[in-house]
Structures are given as structure tokens and as C-alpha cells.
């Protein structure tokens, strides 16, 4: 047992599926801080296996219910029977959307010049 999983093991209370599941996944030459899908949190560090997996297991986690929202906004097969139906699913739409884009420019913000750089691509492929 390597010291990062035994010290794992000590601060984090798994039962014994997830400690085994774990386990398997350092034996197979990864660390305990590193996931299957290289899936990175909202600051740039990778996501823990253990979280990765819990993430991929709740359905109502915060992540994944930003993730559900964020599909939703993007649906364009939905029938309104109103106007105003049709109103109001656009102004959601568009807070889901406007609160994505500004959780990604904080997180590029952490990106030594990656901001600038990103808004040129994005003017380039715009062909503003």
C-alpha cells in the first residue's frame, strides 16, 4: 500500500466498495488525486478519483445538476404553447449560459495570459 493511499485512506471515511474500487486504481499505476476522464474542477486541479467517482454516481451533485441545467438551456426541440412560455425559457437559458461563460473566464483568469488569448480565437473564429 503506498503512503498517498494509506494517508488517503486515514483523512477520508470510504466504506468498503469505494476503498476497494480505490485501491484498484493505484494498483493500476495511478494516484488517488487523479481521475479516468482527466476531469479538472472549476480552479484547474484535477478532480480526486473518489470525487470523480462519487460525481459519476449522485446524480443530484452540485456538478452534475449544473450539467443538467446547462443541457436544458441548450434544448432546441422544446414546443412552447405561448409566448411568454417561450420568454421565460430564453431569460433562464440565458442566466445558465451568461453564469457558464463567467465561471470559465474565472477560471482562465488563473491562466497566465490564456484570457487574451482565448478572445482573440474566439474574434479569429467569430472572423470579427
Known amino acids: 500500500m503506498s503512503?498517498?493511499?494509506r494517508e488517503y485512506l486515514e483523512k477520508h471515511d470510504l466504506d468498503e466498495d469505494e476503498?476497494?474500487?480505490l485501491e484498484e486504481w493505484v494498483n493500476s499505476g495511478h494516484s488517488v488525486y487523479e481521475n479516468p476522464w482527466n476531469q479538472y474542477?472549476?480552479?484547474?486541479?484535477?478532480?480526486?478519483?473518489?470525487?470523480?467517482?462519487?460525481?459519476?454516481k449522485d446524480p443530484l451533485h452540485?456538478?452534475?445538476?449544473?450539467?443538467?441545467?446547462?443541457?436544458?438551456?441548450m434544448r432546441t426541440d422544446i414546443k412552447f404553447s405561448t409566448t411568454e412560455e417561450e420568454l421565460m425559457f430564453l431569460r433562464k437559458s440565458?442566466?445558465?449560459?451568461?453564469?457558464?461563460?463567467?465561471l470559465y473566464r474565472r477560471f482562465l483568469a488563473g491562466c497566465n495570459g490564456e484570457v487574451s488569448r482565448f478572445e482573440q480565437y474566439r474574434l479569429r473564429e467569430a472572423g470579427e
Open 19 to 21: 476503498a476497494f474500487l
Open 41 to 56: 474542477d472549476d480552479y484547474g486541479q484535477e478532480i480526486p478519483f473518489m470525487k470523480w467517482y462519487w460525481r459519476q
Open 3 to 5: 503512503p498517498e493511499f
Open 94 to 102: 440565458q442566466y445558465i449560459l451568461r453564469e457558464e461563460i463567467i
Open 62 to 73: 452540485p456538478a452534475n445538476r449544473r450539467k443538467a441545467l446547462l443541457n436544458e438551456a
